[in-house]
């Protein structure tokens, strides 16, 4: 009679070394991969620090900004209408009767972008479009910190103005504490 209960035991224990083996195969063909996977990654990373700096990088910590223009020499390049080739005369607009007459900024975005409105004054006989414009963020001691350019796709009657109200222009730097926007470009609508 014990015999028969010993029996009935062990077909159990059989079963349950056959189940744990084939688990400890499974986790055995999975570690592989897992392994492979790591040493995939690892080539990666290598393959990409081989890889040669794009511009956005700096390797000597230099500002990604220095390459850009001030907002005075953004301002000062863009050409009158008398300067461009005849293709672009028709659609460029004058400068001189266009205005930013008011502006503020705030944070939004979590602290990191820089929501810009303003109000355009366009004092020509035709509308604009296409502004251009570019905004430059600085810390309370009035050092530069980051400049961002926007060209809004809106059209701004003659003789009118137009409020642009908490426009994204970008992010910003954390210590950015004051903004100062003016015009680029504009073109007839």
Excluded at 28 to 44: H, N
Excluded at 159 to 186: E, M
């Amino acid at each position: 009679m014990n015999a028969g209960v010993d029996r009935i035991g062990w077909e159990r224990f059989a079963g349950i070394g056959e189940r744990l083996t084939r688990a400890m195969i499974a986790s055995v063909s999975s570690g592989r991969s897992l392994l492979w996977l790591l040493a995939a990654f690892i080539v990666g990373c290598g393959v990409w620090m081989l890889l040669p700096l794009s511009k956005g990088n700096s390797a000597r910590g230099e500002p990604i900004y220095a390459e850009l223009p001030s907002v005075e020499e953004a301002a000062a390049s863009a050409k009158p209408a008398a300067e461009l080739p005849p293709s672009t005369t028709q659609a460029a607009a004058e400068l001189d009767r266009l205005r930013i007459s008011s502006q503020t900024w705030r944070r939004g975005g979590l602290g990191s972008k820089a929501l810009v409105t303003f109000t355009l004054r366009n004092d020509n006989d035709y509308a604009i479009r296409d502004v251009e414009i570019v905004c430059a963020f600085t810390r309370r001691d009035g050092s530069r910190l980051t400049e961002r350019t926007r060209v809004l796709a809106d059209i701004v009657s003659m003789k009118s103005r137009k409020t642009f109200a908490h426009v994204p222009v970008g992010f910003v730097n954390v210590n950015a504490d004051q903004a100062k926007c003016s015009l680029v470009t504009a073109r007839r609508a």
